[in-house]
């Protein structure tokens, strides 16, 4: 048989495919798990998944794919590494937490999040793509970090996750190598970082300014890339672009030409390059880019005839001026612009020929524009007025080119954007230096600049057509080859031809060129000029001779170079010999100033040589040279050449610091070498010596200066191998003495101040120059000299700095900032020891309270130094430190600067704990005696938002994880008595818990709050120990101090930084393998300290219950086992002291606290039965414990059944569920007598309340406290007064607040009978009682208004819901019960419905009404079952038999209810064909609520359910008594107030005498008033008279309705009348024949004075009251109106004249055929009927009232609204009084039919008219239940899964053509 063989190579692999397990065995994958195997075996793996190692199981080997790793262990030890880079690993990791969350914000749609997430991965899985690649150079590979970790740290950052702390090279910090200083630095910088990069990516996408700006802060050098795409002209010769940047406002170019040569075909002619053209402009710095504007000009030059379309005779060859091109770059040099795919088109501006204009032939030509510039101006000048015009007309003729700035030097940019620049691009420099030199920048160029001329025309007729030619000649006349560049991306040419101006003279050509020649042949070129006339045509032009010749030297006699500038040349005659000969011209001045030079020198006029003569014309030029080797400075060059002239060295030394910057570090090495000669051999001089050191300062200090900081390493350099003056350190040290000395002199203070600021370097020459002394000659005599001479330094620096703080402070405070920075040069030829000792005399020497932050900061550079490292300096230099920081953090300390002495501390700290220091046991031991308690007095008297606190926090950290168990031990000791231990163990227990309860460093630091966590831990077991040794006894016992050290133990074991199961498992194993779980620790410890208190126990209790309470809370199964049977001990502790034998004060504390943690969210399910277990094993095995023990053991835990429920239901969105599980909790208190926390969740449940505008309910819910409260003036217990009553004493008071503030709810509520109510009661204690006259006027107005409101305010009736939660997928306090909703104003049953399933979104809706069966109660899912029911009126007994008004009627209609009844139509034995009715039965389902409405909830529970069935006579006689009412109302209604509309009274007569389709009650003639009916019933004779009866009297009824609609009819209506009176006739004719005739005593239209209000009369037919039929159609969606008139359920219940008193069947009628009513009601005066069988309805109105106006009727209830509908048959009715009673007829049996509820009807059947209502909703759809089978391949496309088999082996997987996890379209699951 085959076995599972163990791997040895494949250990450990990644799913790239997801797999469902579909067994026991096998294990689930999703793409990306990474595994560990164990074994393989045909093709299956097993192993397990590295993020939960506990299961283990098989998976196909298919799907995973192997990767190396290192494999440490065996067996079950056996563990895997991956051999992946650390920042690999670390992206790994990211991606998969990132994946986790980013789905929540998928989920949670959260889209910016998402996207940001989103966007941020793609990159992260790019990057690490390219480093898993092993392909990225080094230099790439580092940058590529740093993009990688600052995006993981940004996206953590925004996620809220940790910060990951770095080193420099971007690898993740081990806090176990890193000290505690140096870590929370770390936490500082990367904190800092993050911060930084969140602002420059907002400023980068909100404010393009602020970009900029941080961008020209932060870079010193730019370039911008061109890349000319096309150039589109049509020229017909060959061109020369010339394109340069320019600044128009200074009219200066920026930078020197970029040339492309252009052929006459149209294209470039280096026809490889044709659209990628491209230049680098370099070495701009910010103050070229930030000029208001800046242009890219373009100079187009042809190369071809004097003039366009001139033949082959003419002159070819010469360059003439052609057009420009402009174009504002001014928003890409500022950075707002940034697209470097963007093309920009520069239109072309041509310049006219001079010929064409004087031809006037500008119109024929159609390259010439409408604004015509002449071709003899300068291109300049044409180009500065294009960008003045700012338009041209260039049709369609220009260049196109992009444009992008790029940060960073040439070789920066070609590092940093390999894919714009490469060798191909040509290099375009700046005419001048960068801001910033760098050292190895070497350049030589002249740039010479063709400015203008001014030629005479001689012999000719019009002036010339003068062209300039440039050439390099050695001082031999020999032409320098190729030395010329006309610009960049060009070769160098030998000689260079000018533009030609036509019969121009005074050309202004402004053509600059660069010349480059080597520097060592500069001394001995010139260059030359060479001027000639050239013709159009070329015989003409052959015989044209140069006409002059000028020249210049490059360098002058004294070894300048050509200074930078304007140069007027001579022009000498040029058709001379000598001309071309240099030995001769070069005796010649050149210039205009070199003749004057001479005139000036000679004392003579010059005379030009007969052989050489001068011609009158004119030429300028301007140079400017641009070089790192060449000078125009003659006193740098003096000093260069000192030796030369000897005697002018002081006056040289002193010009030299006049010098420019720039040229001194050109000739940085030699400048120095010449200074220290000069030193060296002029020793006979101490003025020498100064002024060398004068000169030396300067040069130190420009090299300091942000210019030429890159210049640093070459001083270095120059230092450490190249100074060479062995004996300068003497005559150093004795000039720098001398200043220190005399700083008292004015003379010499500024010169001090200057060497003190170049100290550091100035140590560095004298300590190098000691070493080489040293190193030649030994240890000679001087030895001592030297040593003195330093000696000699600090005392001079100790007297200086005890001078009195106003003289020479600014010379103080720069010796404290630069002397540190000679301690480590220093200490190479002084001894270190004598050198602490010097820096302490020195510090010592400064006065207390001068200068204290630049003593402090000094102190912290020698800190930093290496002195402090050595462990003998650290004896010398430490306690002078400790003492100065004990003084400033002292309490008596007036102004201590926290900031500089944390600086300090800190620095201590981190190099004492630095393992390459030696040993610093007693330096620690030091700090602690003199720092530690200053330090925590400090940090308690710091404000928590100090930025400095998290620094001495860090400190005290470092200092207490540095202090070893004899530390501790020897702390202790120096207390010199045990009040001085107490002192210090409470301040620091308060101020422990202090930090911890409140987090000093930010929450997403959690190294720094482990390690914080870590140390506090030790020492609080340091300190537990103390409390044992020295307070536990009887006499010595601080209850105090341990009472303190509890609460303290218990807030560190509940940091939220320990709360591990909060963590992702990752975090966690991290955490755990690294510190453990450190809330075990201390949880045994608090444990071990309870039992060690012995007899001390009780003085903790109860007070201590809710620490413990907190411990055991802690969701760790052992620690919860360790400290649960302190609870026990707890009770057995106040069982065994107290004289009742009882634990009443833990008991009461433990709930009480209990109530508080739970609600706070902690807790669970599996605490509570542990707590069960636990406690009832100890219960029981005590011996009087056993039963009440146990007893409050089960009360706990029915007290967290409770709670846990309550607070899983907080958070519901849902407010019914929190408000059902307030009122839960409220109970269990309310029964367990726990007033306090009940009235807690009594106001609880009041802002849920006030929250929905349950206002009515929130009243009901305060009546509960005020019931608790008597009207008396006994003081309040605590417990009774709320927090929004604290100030109250008496129980009287608190109940007058409570009342008003439930009258002003029942007010909102508008539940007026209510708060008249409870406002008599009050009125009646301000009456009795209180004698508050002016309150109880107040409080009479306010009934006053109350009663006002009742008769004519807008009060809507809500509707009653039934519904049923069935399905054990119900929470419990909902499962398979029944609750009446009281909905809210104007709620339909569709709204209600619709909100209902949107709080359980997972439930189906139930379409029968029926009770349903045990599979649908016991099944698993969700199932609510909703439908509308009507409340049965339950009038007071003062109102029963009397006239009530309308209004209050109203009121009892839909509150004070408890019963509510729902009437569902069904049939009994066969249908009639010709009669329904007949078999029509009614089945009446009642409930019985737990509590009346309204309550303190907008739902109850159903108590009690009870059936009944109506027969189809008795349902005849309720509908004939409701169809009566309701014309007796309407009739009187109309004939109240005329202007109602009469359509609702022709509808409902047309209904009652012309039923037409419906038959009308012809239908109960042939269903009971036959002879076979009677014989089948003859128990219903007396309800067959009854409803005879009924028939009878709607005669007169609709005699007065038809009175009314005659009198009311219009034109349009008499047709309809007129029907209506025929068919009342044959009606009345009818009944009258076969039912008697019944006559009224007076017209119920009659309208007779009487009191106000609409009174409705006792209706009563028989001696019981008449029984509602209501049919619901809550299946069908169709929603009943619940209200009980159509004037209830409409915003105007007085504007009825008689609503219907009991409740009305269903929706038959729309609301459009009812009865619309106003406010003015007609008066009856009450009559006897003189036949009883009526009923009186009266209305009476004051004389002369003007109606009130009637409130408009809400849009959604007007009457075109078919969405309400009303039934016809409304209201209860009460019994008629008949004149002559009739006998009560026998009560029709009620057949019980418990479990034949049937399903509902369909709409149809029971509404058939409703042929407007909207359909119902559509059902959502349902999730799959449980159990169904899942779609594998629902989000991947799987391999086919192997098939476990001795002779199958699994498939192979699937080809691999997606590399996404999520599928795309094209692979999305069928």
Known sequence: MSRWIPTKKEKYGVAIYNYDATGNPELGLQVGDTVHILETFEGWYRGYLLRNKAQKGIFPASYIHLKEAKVEGTGQQETVIPSDMPLVQELTATLREWAQIWHKLFVNNKTTLFRNIQQMSYSLIEYRSQIVSGTLPKDDLVELKKKVTAKIDYGNRILGLDLVVRDDSGNALDPES???????????????????????????????????????????????????????????????????????????????????????????????????????????????????????????????????????????????????????????????????????????????????????????????????????????????????????????????????????????????????????????????????????????????????????????????????????????????????????????????????????????????????????????????????????????????????????????????????????????????????????????????????????????????????????????????????????????????????????????????????????????????????????????????????????????????????????????????????????????????????????????????????????????????????????????????????????????????????????????????????????????????????????????????????????????????????????????????????????????????????????????????????????????????????????RTIICMSRPSPLIGQYLASMTAILKQMDDSHYSHYISTFKTRHDIIDFLMETFIMFKDLIGKNVFPNDWMIMNLLQIRVFLRAINQFADVLNKYFLDEANFELQLWNNYFHLTVAFLTHKSLQLETFSQEKRNKIISKYGDMRKEIGFTIRDMWYNLGPHKMKFIPAMVGSILEVTLVPEPDL?????????????????????????????????????????????????????????????????????????????????????????????????????????????????????????????LRDLQRASENYTEAACTLLLHAELLQWSDRPCASHLIPRDHSQVRSQQELKEYLFKEIISYFDKGKMWEKAIEHSKELARMYENEIFDFIGLSQLLKQQAQFYQNIMHAMRPQPEYFAVGYYGLGLPSFLRNKIFIYRGKEYERLEDFGLKLLSQFPNASKMTSTAPPGEEVRNSSGQHIQCFTVKPVMNLPPRYKDKPVPEQILHYYRANEVQQFQYSRAFRKGEKDPDNEFATMWIERTSYLTAYKFPGILKWFEVKSVSIEEISPLENAIETMELTNEKLSNLVQHQACDRSLPVHPLSMLLSGIVDPAVMGGFSNYEKAFFTERYLQDHPGDQERIELLKQLIAIQIPLLADGIQIHGEKSTEQLKPLHNRLVTCFQELKEKVEKHYGVITLPSSLTERKKSRTGS????????????????????????????????????????????????????????????????????????????????????????????????????????????????????????????????????????????????????????????????????????????????????????????????????????????????????????
């Open 178 to 936: 890193s000290s505690t200083v140096s870590l929370f630095r770390a936490h500082e910088t990367a904190s800092r970082g993050i911060d930084e990069y969140i602002q420059e990516e907002k400023s980068r996408r909100q404010n393009l300014e602020m970009r900029r700006q941080s961008l020209f802060s932060s870079v010193h050098t730019y370039s911008l890339f061109m890349n000319l795409k096309n150039f589109v002209c049509n020229i017909g010769e060959d061109a020369e672009l010339l394109m340069s940047l320019y600044d128009p406002d200074q009219s200066d170019f920026i930078s020197e030409n970029y040339l492309v040569r252009w052929g006459s075909t149209g294209m470039p002619k280096e026809i490889e390059k044709l659209n990628n053209l491209q230049a680098l402009f370099t070495d701009l710095s910010s103050s070229d880019l930030i000029h208001p504007r800046v242009f890219l000009v373009c100079q187009i030059v042809r190369v071809g005839c004097m003039e366009l379309k001139e033949g082959k005779k003419h002159t070819a060859g010469l360059r003439r001026p052609f057009g420009v091109a402009v174009m504002d770059i001014t928003d890409i040099a500022h950075g707002k612009v940034d697209d470097e795919e963007k093309q920009h088109f520069i239109p072309f501006q041509q310049i006219a020929m001079e010929t064409y204009i004087r031809q006037r032939q500008l119109i024929m030509s159609p390259l010439i524009p409408s604004r015509v510039i002449g071709e003899n101006e300068p291109l300049t000048s044409v180009f500065n007025k294009v960008i003045a015009a700012r338009e041209v007309n260039h049709k369609g003729q220009g260049l196109w080119v992009s444009l992008k700035l790029l940060p960073g030097d040439l070789a920066q940019v070609q590092k940093d954007f390999p894919h714009l620049v490469d060798r191909g691009t040509a290099v375009v420099r700046k005419m001048g230096f960068p801001e910033i030199i760098l050292p190895g920048n070497v350049r030589n160029d002249i740039y010479v600049t063709l400015v203008q001329g001014e030629f005479d025309k001689g012999k000719k007729k019009t002036p010339k057509n003068v062209e300039v030619m440039m050439c390099v000649l050695d001082e031999d006349g020999v032409p320098v080859q190729k030395a010329i560049f006309p610009g960049a991306g060009c070769e160098g040419i030998s000689e260079y031809k000018s533009v030609i101006y036509y019969q121009v003279k005074q050309p202004c050509w402004n053509e600059t060129v660069k010349v480059a020649i080597p520097i060592e042949d500069v001394c001995r070129c010139h260059l030359r000029f060479t001027f000639r006339h050239r013709s159009s045509q070329e015989s003409r032009d052959r015989s044209e001779k140069p006409f002059g010749v000028a020249f210049v030297r490059l360098m002058n006699v004294d070894g300048t170079t050509l200074r930078d500038g304007r140069h007027h040349l001579i022009l000498y005659k040029g058709d001379v010999k000598k001309a071309e000969d240099a030995k001769s011209y070069l005796s010649a001045p050149g210039t205009r100033e070199e003749q004057e030079d001479r005139e000036r020198q000679s004392g003579k006029p010059f005379h030009h040589s007969s052989n050489l003569p001068i011609i009158k014309d004119i030429f300028q030029i301007s140079t400017l040279t641009c070089s790192t080797k060449l000078t125009q400075n003659v006193d740098l060059l003096a000093l260069l050449n000192w030796r030369s002239n000897p005697e002018n060295r002081e006056q040289t030394l002193q010009r030299l610091m006049q010098v420019q910057g720039s040229e001194i570090v050109k000739f940085l090495h030699d400048t120095l070498d010449a200074l220290f000669n000069i030193m060296m051999v002029t020793s006979e001089k101490d003025t020498y010596d100064t002024l060398v050191f004068d000169a030396l300062v300067f040069i130190i200090l420009l090299i300091g200066d942000i210019k030429f900081q890159h210049f640093n390493p070459v001083l270095e350099t120059y230092i450490t191998k190249h100074f060479s003056a062995t004996l300068a350190y003497v005559k150093l040290t004795k000039v720098l003495n001398d200043y220190v000395g005399n700083a008292e002199d004015p003379n010499k203070t500024d010169l001090l101040f200057s060497a003190l600021k170049a100290l550091k370097y100035l140590s560095r020459f004298i300590v190098q120059s000691r070493i080489l002394y040293l190193r030649f000659y030994g240890n000679s005599e001087d030895g001592d000299d030297f040593n003195n001479s330093i000696r000699k330094l600090f005392f001079s620096f100790n007297i200086l700095m005890d001078q009195p703080l106003e003289e020479a402070v600014k010379i103080k405070g720069a010796t404290l900032k630069y002397l540190p920075a000679i301690v480590n040069d220093l200490q190479h030829v002084f001894d270190p020891c004598e050198l602490s000792v010097l820096l302490t005399k020195f510090i010592e020497s400064i006065p207390d309270f001068q200068l204290v932050r630049q003593k402090l900061g000094c102190m912290c550079k020698i800190v930093e130094s290496d002195l402090f490292k050595q462990p003998e300096c650290r004896d010398v230099l430490l306690p002078l430190m400790t003492d100065q920081l004990s003084g400033q953090l002292d309490d008596r300390s007036q102004k201590p600067d926290y900031e500089a002495c944390s600086q300090l501390l800190s620095n201590i700290l981190e190099v004492l704990d630095r393992k390459d220091v030696g040993s610093c046991g007693a330096h620690v031991q030091l700090i602690m005696e003199r720092l530690l308690r200053r330090v925590n």
């Open 1120 to 1244: 919860r086992k360790a400290t649960i049977p302190i609870f026990f001990d707890m009770m057995q502790c106040e069982h065994n002291s107290s004289s009742s034998r009882s634990f009443q004060a833990f008991e009461n504390e433990l709930i009480m606290k209990l109530d508080q943690e739970v609600e706070g969210g902690r807790g669970d399910e599996q605490y509570k039965v542990l707590l069960e277990k636990t406690l009832l094993e100890h219960c029981r095995r005590h011996r009087y414990l056993a039963s009440s023990g146990e007893t409050f053991v089960l009360l706990l835990s029915s007290l967290l059944e409770n709670l846990l429920a309550y607070r899983t239901i907080t958070h519901d969105e849902s407010p019914e569920h929190r408000m059902s599980c307030t009122v839960n909790v409220l109970n269990f208190y309310k029964e367990k007598k726990r007033e306090d926390i009940y009235i807690r969740y009594l106001y609880k």
């Open 1655 to 1870: 009174i409705v009369m006792p209706y009563i037919l028989s001696s019981t009251l008449r029984r509602l039929s209501t049919i619901s159609v809550a299946s069908s969606g169709v929603s009943s109106c619940s209200t009980s008139s159509e004037s209830s359920s409409r915003p105007c219940s007085n504007d009825s004249l008689l609503a219907p008193v009991s409740e009305r069947r269903g929706s038959v009628l729309s609301r459009a055929e009812e009865p619309f009513c106003d406010n003015r009601i007609s008066r009856f005066n009450r009559k006897e009927w003189n036949i009883s069988k009526s009923q009186v309805l009266t209305e009476r109105e004051p004389d002369g009232a003007t109606p009130p106006e009637r409130p408009q009727r809400p849009k959604s209830l007007q009457f075109g609204d078919r969405r309400m509908t009303l039934s016809l048959f409304q209201g209860p009715s009460s019994q008629l009084n008949l004149s002559t009673p009739l006998s009560p007829p026998p009560g029709t049996p009620c057949t019980p039919r418990s479990s034949s509820f049937s399903s509902l009807q369909s709409e149809g059947d029971v509404n058939s008219d409703l042929q407007d209502t909207p359909p119902p909703m559509p059902p959502k759809h349902k999730p799959l239940e449980n159990g169904s089978q899942r779609n594998r391949n629902s989000t991947e496309i799987g391999p086919p899964l192997p098939v476990k088999g001795d002779s199958k082996p699994p498939p192979p997987p699937p080809p691999k053509t997606r590399r996404s996890v999520v599928p795309s379209p094209d692979h999305a699951p069928q």
